[in-house]
């Protein structure tokens, strides 16, 4: 047992697979076979776009032209007719005389040939259903003019002995089924005369022919299908004969009276066209029309046709279809007993029964003649249609049918004798190329326009030759027949409450399911089309965007680049500008500019809590502008340090110890502004150098006054510090409280002889520059000189320190920009002897020990100085 759970030993090697063998994916036609599996029916499956769209729809090959050959049916009459009592008889002795002319006078002769017919044998004999051989009789093939021939082809071959019914099934039924189904047709029988065209059409009353089998069939069918029928069946025969040779008549055997018609170009006017409802009176009518028939005795025949016999049974569909709403039309079928060509040696006749059998021969010969032009058309259609129909009344009412445009069927009767040879050849070797005639089957087509709404009336009176113009209406719409047909029958198995629906109904709604089919399909081909063209489109919009894309990422890059490339520059900048060196680019410049300028305002507002906390403090801590204001001169002891708030300018330690002895005594008035400095014949700048303004002249400061009348913050503190410092020095003392004549004049007094020469050359070099200086500087000036002079003996007041704008201050130091004014050597001098005569003055008066260090250079202090400096001293304190 131990050793059955014991683990199994691990593999010396193992071997993963990373990626397992993949498999082609499924394609819409694999995976539709299989059925879908149950538990992934949430997984929904991506729109197979792109096989869709590959796939390519297979055009759809043109329907081919639904055409059928003409049909040709040979009928043989038997040589021996068996009569009414069983006996057989030669058929050309059982013809019995009715319309007696020429007669036969001789009883005799009658029997006479009917002992030779019984005697001779048949020249032709039944192949097949679709062959016969015609043989010559014995004396012509000694003669050697004629041979032994095999006609095939025939649609049927009826034999002799062939019954009507047979005839009729054949031949007939076909069109009968087409008729009722709305398409048009016609029969024509052909042959000699005496051969059984009248037999083989309308037969007698104990054997009917083709036409009283179609009108039983016809009623037969209509009981059957629709108890309710909603077509209509109208009837109507005329003959066509020749009037004593001069012309063509039409007469109308269904009418009354004369019957004969009236014919302009191709339309019969005045044909009754007789509704029949039943088989009795259709079967009357066609009774009163062989009576009315023009016939004739001859030698071929007791009873001869002589003239072309036409009959017409038009059904008219004239009920509506629920379903379809649409209208029926109608259909015609015509069948035609043509007048048997005979031969005049044959005939026997003469005078007017020879114009007739001239006539006939005629009419058969245009007949035969419009089916061989037909043929030819269709062998070779460049040719053109040979118009023979224009010869005969016959061929124009029949155009439709000899040009091909309606399907027709020919029945060809032979008699079978020896004698009836040549005829037989004759007719056979016309008849057999009718076969290769083509028919288009173009009657399927519908037209809605000529769909008709109420039952048709009788249409007695008028009637037009061109039977495929009569017949057209009802072809056109056969096609809604078929649907109003299967509705009849629809509603008839509703009646009979059968379940199993008809084969009509069946093929109706066959019908109905293609056309829905072959509408989906093309509007699927639509979509399909437009698919293909927005895909197309859609990939170029991509292709599009992904170089936009491209583009866009390429200029971020540069963009990118760019930044980089300036910053390097800003620092490389930033790096000359803390070598004292001008900026490299204005907008580097503009930036460092602002940073400096924001440090300057914060050591300005650090300045002026300063100055609130302590005023002494303040003016210590901006020495350095009181410096500068004194000593801008190149003066060697002057101490620039840039870049530094607080640089000390120091002009040394006792001006500083006396500054700050002062403090207290300048506070009050401590608005006196700075201008005084100004006021001092020498050209003072001031730069220091690292501020933002970093230049503070007074001629700036004055022109700041002009702009604004009030006082900025840091100009009043600047003023402020200034004009305290200033008042420890003599010089603007002096200014504050005299004239620039006065000051000049104090100048010289106080200054040595020397001195004296340089002070007069440094205020005309200033008097210069005054007059290159703008007038509002003047202006400025002297307001300055009256606002100071309105000072003396009142208090000043210091306003509030107000905040600024930055853009006024810039806006200034922008205007406010530094003149530098060279000084010449003596104006040197003259600046040093100042300012020693000034420490020597400030020395000399008492200090206290703050401040830190003090100068201790003792000089002697001249009589004039002590007096100025007490004079100084005394306004002071006023
Ligand atoms: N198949 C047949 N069976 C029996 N009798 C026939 C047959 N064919 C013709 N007959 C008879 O032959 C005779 C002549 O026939 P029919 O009148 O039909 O000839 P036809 O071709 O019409 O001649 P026509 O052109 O002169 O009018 C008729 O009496 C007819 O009954």
Known sequence: MEEEFSPVPCPSTVTVRRNPPRRARATPYTTAAKPPPSSNTHDVPSFPIDEILSIQIPQPEPKPSVSESLKIFLRIKPLRILNNKGTTTAAAAKSRPRNVWPQNPSKKHNNNIAAKESKKEACITLNDAYSVTLTPPQALQELKRSKTEVFEGFSHVFPPNCSQSDVYSKMVQPLLEDFLKG???????????????????????????????????????SDESSPVSLRSFYLSVFEICSERGKGEKAYDLLGDGTSELSVQQSTIRGLKEVPIRNLEEAESLIGQAMLKRATATTNSNSQSSRSQCIINIRAAFDGVSNETKVQSGDAMLTIVDLAGAEREKRTGNQGERLVESNFINKTSMVFGQCLRSLLEYQKNRKKGLQKHHQNSLLTRYLRDYLEGKKRMALIITVKAGEED?????????QASPYMKIKFDNIEEVCNKRQLKTFPRVEKNKKMKLSAPKTSQNAEIVAGYKKQI??????????????????????????DNNEREHIIMRNFAKVVWNVLKQYNEKLKVAEGDICSLKESLRNEQLKSRELETELISLKSSCLFSKSGLAEPCLPELGAVVHGKEQLEVDTSLANADRNVDDDPCDLIDSKREVTAEECNESPV??????????????????QKCAKQEDLCNLIDPRGKVN?????????????????????????????????DD???????????????RLSNIQTKSAVSRRFSDSVKQERHRRLLPASSRSLAEEMDDLDIKVDQIEKPQI???????????????????EIPA??????????RRNEQKKPRRRLQPASSVLLTREINTLEIEDDVAEPKGTRGGKKTTVAQPRSQGSVTLLRLLTSNLHL
């Open 778 to 796: 003047k202006l400025a000036e002297t307001r300055d000189q009256e606002k100071s002079e309105s000072t003396q003996g009142r208090d000043i």
């Open 636 to 653: 060697p002891n002057k101490n620039v340090v840039p870049g530094l708030g607080n640089e000390e300018i120091s002009c040394g330690e």
């Open 421 to 429: 040879y040549l005829d037989t050849s004759y007719l056979l070797k």
């Open 183 to 221: 398409k048009s047709g016609m029969l024509a029988a052909l042959g000699p005369s005496g051969s059984g065209k009248t037999h083989t059409v309308f037969g007698t009353p104990k054997d009917p022919g083709v036409v009283p089998l179609t009108l039983r069939q016809i009623f037969k069918k």
């Open 709 to 723: 009348p009030t006082p900025s913050p840091e100009q009043v503190e600047v003023s402020l510090i200034n004009n």
């Open 801 to 810: 320190p107000e905040t600024e704008p930055a853009s006024t201050k810039k």
């Open 485 to 510: 047909a299967d509705e009849v029958n629809l509603e008839g198995k509703k009646a009979d409450q059968t379940d199993k629906p008809s084969p009509k109904l069946e093929q109706a709604s066959e």
């Open 674 to 706: 700075a201008e005084g400095c100004n006021e001092s014949p020498l050209p003072i700048k001031h730069v220091v150098p690292g501020l933002g303004n970093e230049e503070i002249s007074c001629d700036d400061q004055k022109c700041a006054k002009q």
